[in-house]
């Protein structure tokens, strides 16, 4: 039984010195490069380590944890031998993010074996917490200040929203049940005010030929009176003979009326009963446009 734990001794002492002899032969070194720091500030972590030849030594990345550090950036250095003592050395640059007043914090290096590897934990470095609002006294001291201080106002994008929204709902339903009312009046707004400018141009139109009933002013009052005669009527008066047009408005009268005014056109002379022609053309347009604005109101 003595030679069997004997064994078991000296296999476990076996085992165990190589890992305590590699173990001295690394010297690792870790300190913050600031004592304290603000909540959130970038802090530099400098780690080092010394060690002989042979040995892996790693140093941890980003998928480290680092709590309750943030780890913003590593610089990482070339490594650099003198008398077969190796250093490498980087630069972590964390964050601090807890409340305690003091925090401890070390990073370490990892020393990988064949089949296995080995953590060197360097001394743990101290960073206090940088506070950097001052303690509120127990008693506040106000300041008298009566001057107007203007408030800038944000601009309510919800409140227009629901207004467009609202007036959207009320414009459709205005329509729904109005619109054929509303367009009704609105077409003989516009045929109106038509009306108004037709009868301007004709009262010059017509002035203008009788005090020189020529053939330039004989031509521009009946294109005038075509012209409004085919938006009344929705026919194509302009392309009609005087025939055509007679028959599509059974007056046969018309006749009579556009051939006064034509013969200074065609053959250069004057009609005695040129006013009471122009008076009969324009009756014509003022009927068709009286029929137009009631046909318009009575439409459903």
């Known amino acids: 039984m003595a030679n069997i734990l004997k064994h078991i001794v000296f296999t476990l002492i076996a085992f165990i010195l190589p890992f305590v002899l590699w173990a001295q032969e690394v010297q690792v070194e870790g300190q913050f490069m600031k004592d304290s720091a603000k909540l959130g500030e970038r802090i530099p972590y400098v780690l080092k380590a010394k060690y ?15 709590s309750p ?92 929203i629901a207004m467009f929204v609202v007036a959207l709902v009320l414009a459709f339903a205005i329509f729904f049940f109005f619109g054929n009312q509303l367009q009704k009046k609105w077409d003989i707004w516009m045929e109106k005010r038509r009306y108004r400018r037709f009868e301007k141009r004709w009262r010059e139109a017509e002035g203008a030929f009788q005090k020189q009933p020529d053939m330039d002013h004989a031509d521009e009052l009946l294109g005038l009176w075509k012209t409004y005669m085919e938006h009344l009527k929705a026919k194509p008066f302009r392309e009609w003979t005087t025939t055509e047009i007679a028959e599509f408005l059974e007056n046969k009268a018309i006749v009579k009326d556009f051939r006064d005014i034509e013969m200074i056109i065609y053959a250069g002379k004057t009609s005695e009963d040129l006013p009471q022609a122009c008076q009969n053309l324009w009756k014509i347009c003022s009927d068709s446009y009286q029929q137009k604005i009631t046909l318009t109101d009575e439409r459903q």
């Not at 002989?52 to 680092?66: A, L, M, Q």
Request: charged share 15%; glycine share 4%; aromatic share 16%.
């Open 52 to 66: 002989g030849p042979g040995h892996n030594i790693v140093f941890p990345d980003s998928t480290f944890d680092y």
């Open 69 to 160: 550090f943030v780890l913003l950036e590593k610089k990482t250095f070339i490594s650099s031998t003198q008398g077969g003592i190796t250093l490498d050395s980087a630069v972590y640059y964390v964050s601090n993010f807890s409340l305690d007043p003091v925090v401890e914090f070390s990073i370490p290096v990892f020393e990988v074996f064949k089949y296995d590897s080995l953590t060197h934990q360097p001394l743990t470095s101290s960073l206090a917490l940088q506070l950097v609002i001052d303690q509120i006294p127990e008693e506040l001291a106000f300041r008298d200040n009566n001057i107007y201080q203007p408030i800038p106002t944000e601009f309510n994008y919800p409140l227009w």
